[in-house]
């Protein structure tokens, strides 16, 4: 123990300018512990409030992120509410004719495609001659025909995507090797 002592006070005579003064307050080692013991809690405070924040911060993400999944097809949602309104409008009349009938149909039609514009559904309809591209076409045959091979003689079915995401692919037919 005596070591200690002597090293402690070697110690403290090394971290202590050299007092010119007898005013000048000389910081003892239980002092020197003690301001330690205060900043060690201050950082550790500190250290626990920033995780505090942190974890906050991630809970708050987590929340948000499931909330833009339960939600995600809300604006797409609202667009087709009118279009649904019209097609239940039209079965209550009660004599409709054909022309009425196509008119009714016609009005749905472009509702159903504002609809799918606003929230960015996009047709694929390649027209006869456009060449296969396998990233938006399915080609469902090849059959002979007076054009260039692999270029699309029939759109059996549109495709559709999702701002440039594919939905569902067209189904075409194309020409084969001649």
């Known amino acids: 123990m005596q070591d200690q002592e002597k090293y402690a006070e070697q110690a403290a005579a090394m971290e202590q300018p050299a007092a010119t003064d007898a005013a000048t307050p000389v910081a003892t080692l239980e002092e020197q512990l003690a301001a ?28 948000d992120v499931t909330r833009a999944h339960k939600f995600a097809i809300e604006g797409f949602a609202e ?11 039209a079965l209550l009349v009660e004599t ?49 025909a007076d054009q260039e091979a692999n270029t699309i003689v029939n759109t059996l079915q549109k495709g559709y995507l999702i701002a440039d995401r594919l939905l569902r692919p067209a189904l075409v037919t194309v020409a084969q090797e001649k």
């Open 36 to 63: 330690s013991q205060l900043l060690v809690q201050e950082l550790q405070d500190s250290f626990l409030r920033a995780k505090a924040e942190v974890e906050n911060f991630r809970r708050r993400a987590q929340e």
């Open 79 to 89: 667009a087709l509410v009118p279009v649904k309104d019209s097609l239940e409008m």
């Open 96 to 144: 409709p004719s054909v022309e009425s009938l196509k008119e009714g149909v016609e009005m749905t039609l472009k509702q159903l495609s504002a609809a799918f514009e606003k929230n960015r559904l996009l047709e694929i309809k390649p027209n006869q001659g456009d060449k296969l591209d396998p990233m938006k076409h399915q080609a469902i045959s090849m059959v002979p």
